[in-house]
Nanobody, 124 residues
Framework: QVQLVESGGGLVQAGGSLKLSCAASGRTFSGRAMGWFRQAPGKERDFVAAITWRSSNTYYTDSVKGRFTISRDDAKNTVYLQMNSLKPEDTAIYYC?????????????????WGQGTQVTISS
């Protein structure tokens, strides 16, 4: 089992930026895709972005394309989410997750380990 710990959340004004980090310990995410999801109050957990091992491919939900960038440093067992041009609708708890394989699927059921989440709040 891998343990994932997110950090970097906070409160920023609309138009601002945040960079989330997800550090893995225990069994690493070698050979696995990694993803970010978010969950707003009263809503389901939604896919945000994913990246395959060795950063070969990245995937984004349409609403964040051009604003968010996912990256990973496999030597440091860390995955990042750079978020720019933030909007109030980006407000949510953001979760890091490890994929069951190196194939990217966008459903939560296709990820087998999750962090505890970090709160991102965007004020208008």
């Amino acid at each position: 089992q891998v343990q994932l710990v997110e950090s970097g959340g906070g409160l920023v004004q609309a138009g601002g930026s945040l960079k989330l980090s997800c550090a893995a310990s225990g069994r690493t995410f070698s050979g696995r895709a990694m993803g970010w999801f978010r969950q707003a109050p009263g809503k389901e957990r939604d896919f945000v972005a994913a990246i395959t091992w060795r950063s070969s491919n990245t995937y984004y939900t349409d609403s964040v394309k051009g604003r968010f960038t996912i990256s990973r440093d496999d030597a440091k067992n860390t995955v990042y989410l750079q978020m720019n041009s933030l909007k109030p609708e980006d407000t949510a708890i953001y979760y890091c997750a490890r994929g069951e394989s190196n194939y990217v699927y966008t459903g939560p059921a296709d990820f087998d380990s999750w962090g505890q989440g970090t709160q991102v709040t965007i004020s208008s």
